[in-house]
């Protein structure tokens, strides 16, 4: 190979390079210009208090004295995070309460709902009632119970059912 080609070569794998790093560069200018976009504080507001949720609804799943709750509730934005818990109160039957709570830490997020899975185990007797809790408020309960043969990971595979 001559000096020639072998220069020409390099001066074009230079200059796609440098290219790559430009494209990269005005990709990244433009999702800032996006991102940029104020928030309102009753928005803000909205985000985190919920008030549209007052009802949660979960497929019940009972095997071997444990209750097995899945489902998944619809939030505003993806940057809200959902965090259960399971309370149990020492009576018989026993009283088993559903504790759900958000986290988000983020000051902007995007405006597109996105469901939260989420799956709660409790040992407790098959007479068991239960409720729920959410962001510190009661909210409706609606279980339904699994089919025979069914189990929480199904949950999974077919979400609506």
Not at 50 to 60: D, F, N
Not at 77 to 103: G, M
Request: charged residues 20%; proline residues 5%; hydrophobic residues 45%.
């Amino acid at each position: 190979m001559n000096q020639r080609a072998i220069t020409l070569a390099v001066v074009l794998f230079v200059l796609v390079v440098i290219g790559m790093f430009m494209f990269a560069w005005l990709k990244k200018s433009e999702v800032h210009v996006q991102e940029s976009a104020p928030v309102d504080s009753t928005l803000s507001e909205t985000i985190h208090s919920y008030p549209e949720i007052t009802r949660i609804e979960g497929k019940h799943f009972f095997n071997n004295g444990i209750h097995t709750v899945v489902g998944e509730i619809v939030f505003p934005t993806p940057c809200d995070l959902l965090d259960t818990n399971a309370t149990v109160a020492e009576s018989y039957p026993e009283q088993v309460t559903f504790v759900f709570s958000v986290i988000n830490h983020s000051e902007t997020c995007a405006q597109m709902q996105t469901a939260q899975r989420y799956k709660i185990s409790v040992a407790a007797s098959p007479e068991a009632s239960f409720k729920a809790m959410f962001q510190g408020r009661e909210v409706e309960l609606n279980l339904i119970e699994a089919l025979p043969g069914e189990t929480p990971e199904d949950f999974e595979l077919f979400i609506k059912g």
